[in-house]
């Protein structure tokens, strides 16, 4: 009798404690940290996406990875129902910081869990309550365990038709929708604007620029501000990647240090404003590059040897998840992920 006491008792025990691993969330409402478990990169990797970014999703019917990006065994969903079997559970922090969305209750000990944002740290607000939750980060950020930039420079040549200098009707265009006074970017513009012709374009000038005419309407322009709207580490968003390089104007960047900007954009592709000790020397070499046919063209060379992709749509970047998953730190917790986000 005593025995069988205690063999029950035994059991009882163990139970409990397979009860916390599984199902931490039960004792303590905010989530704890995973157990370690071993990769196995052959294996199916279930993706879930908790909820999609700003509320636009896409379809994830059939195998989207491999049939879109060449990544096999991934397998995508936004069926939160999916939970309690996704390997990895995606969270895009602009809905959790503003309360659209909430960390799930219950979480599986080997599950883990991404933080996602494309966003530059003064966008990322209450960070410190998810310290200790996140195993891995999605970010433009380089040194981000899943890195997904705006755009990447790749070698080959791109079929774009860049229209010569003579061609161009705009000197200096910019294109800005949220216009803020304290913001760098509008310092150099008020200055810049008194030694140079800037055409304006976007909601801030309410004159906007529908998605089919923003290209065209760029590519007519001698150089385009890729001013960005914060600069933190890394930040080089879809101004540069998109509306100058694809549009075929000489850029003229403002955000992280040149450095950042030459370990990621095509050679001699763009002109950066800390180069100069005023505005107004600024405003000199841009009229000297755009008078010297040679001078102007060689910011162009680039588009005979590179060529640039723009990431964008959100599923490719899901499916990055599993490209690096056998490479990605099983054990891994940002015990301070707003430190990391403001590192």
Known sequence: MIKSEARLLCLLLLLSCLSLLLYPSLFDPKPGPPQPCPHTPQKNISILLWHWPFGQSYSLKGDKCLTAYNISHCFLTDDTDALPSADVVVFHHQELSRGASALPRHRSAWQRWVWMSLEPPVNNANLRQLNGVFNWTMSYRRDADIPVPYG??????QRLNVQAATNRSYFACWLVSKYRPSQARAGVYQSLKREIPIEVFG???????????????????LFYLAFENSEARDYISEKLWRNAFQSGAIPVVLGPSRATYEAVAPPHSFIHVSDFRSTAELATYLKHVAADRQVYEGYLQWHHTHSIKTLTDWRERLCQICARYPSLPASKVYQDLEGWVHS
């Open 203 to 221: 909601r801030w000038k309410k004159n906007p620029l529908p998605d089919h005419m923003l290209l065209p309407t760029i590519s007519k322009c």
């Open 152 to 157: 990447v420079t790749v070698p080959g040549v």
